[in-house]
C-alpha cells in the first residue's frame, strides 16, 4: 500500500505537470490574440493576471483532487499520530506553493509591464509567463526542501529551464516589427519552452513511477515464489 502510495504521488505529480504547462500555453496564446485588440494599459494587464489566475485557479482545483487521492493512499499506512503530523505538514506546504505560484505570476507580470523597455514590446507577456512559471517551480522546490524535507529536482530542473531561456525571446528578428507573424514568434518560441519544460518534468515523474511499479511487481514475484 505505501509503494502503491509513492506510484501514484509520482503519476500525479506528471499530471500536475501537465496541466501547468497547459495553463501556461493557453494563457500566453489568448493573452497574445487580446494583445492584437487591446492596446497596452494598466487595465491589460488587470485582465491578463486575472485570465491567468482563472486558469489556475481551474488546475489547483484538478491539483486538490488528484493530490487528495494521493494523500489517502498515504494516510493508510501511518499511524493516527503520525497522521496527524503529516496532514498539517501537507496543508503547510500546498499553502507555501501556492503562494510562491501565484505571488511568482504576479511578481513576473509586474516585472516584465514595468521594467523591459517599450522596443521589446512584444516579449512581455511571453517573459512573465516563463518568469512566473519559474518562479512557481523554484518556489514548489525550496517548499519541499525546507517544510516536507524532500529534496525533487524535477521542479528545480523546470524551473531553471524557464529561466536560463528568458533571454532566448530577445533574440527574435524584427523586434520591433508589429507584424501579426513576427508578434506570434515570441508566443510559438514560449509554446516550446513551456512544452519542453513540462513535458521533461512530467516524463521524469512517469518514468520513476514506472520503475516503482516495476519494483513492487519483482518483489511480489519475490514472495509468490518463496511463498509456494
Known amino acids: 500500500m505505501e509503494a502503491s502510495g509513492e506510484v501514484v504521488a509520482r503519476a500525479s505529480a506528471a499530471i500536475i ?7 501556461g500555453i493557453a494563457g500566453g496564446w489568448i493573452t497574445g490574440l487580446l494583445s ?7 487595465y491589460f494587464a488587470a485582465l491578463i493576471v486575472g485570465i491567468f489566475a482563472a486558469l489556475f485557479a481551474v488546475a489547483g482545483i484538478a491539483y486538490s483532487i488528484i493530490a487528495r487521492i494521493s494523500d489517502f493512499l498515504s494516510l493508510l499506512t501511518v499511524s493516527p499520530e503520525e497522521r496527524r503530523n503529516y496532514l498539517k505538514t501537507r496543508k503547510r506546504a500546498g499553502n507555501f506553493i501556492g503562494a510562491s505560484w ?13 521594467l523591459i523597455p517599450d522596443q521589446y514590446n512584444l516579449v512581455k507577456i511571453p517573459v512573465a509567463v516563463s518568469l512566473g512559471v519559474s518562479l ?16 525533487d529536482p524535477r521542479p528545480l530542473f523546470a ?7 528568458i533571454p532566448t525571446y530577445f533574440t527574435i528578428p524584427f523586434m520591433a516589427s508589429s507584424r501579426p507573424d513576427t508578434i506570434m514568434l ?16 512530467a516524463s521524469w515523474y512517469v518514468i520513476s513511477a514506472r520503475g516503482r511499479v516495476s519494483g513492487i511487481l519483482h518483489a511480489a514475484r519475490g514472495e509468490d515464489s518463496s511463498s509456494s
Open 102 to 114: 501565484m505571488g511568482g505570476m504576479t511578481a513576473a507580470f509586474l516585472l516584465s509591464l514595468t
Open 17 to 23: 505537470y501537465l496541466l501547468t504547462t497547459l495553463v
Open 136 to 151: 512557481g517551480n523554484l518556489g514548489m522546490f525550496l517548499t519541499n526542501m525546507r517544510i516536507a524535507r524532500l529534496f
Open 159 to 165: 524551473g531553471l529551464y524557464l529561466l536560463l531561456t
Open 186 to 201: 515570441s508566443y510559438i518560441l514560449l509554446t516550446i519552452h513551456t512544452v519542453l519544460a513540462g513535458f521533461i518534468t
Open 36 to 42: 492584437f485588440f487591446i492596446e497596452p494599459s494598466p
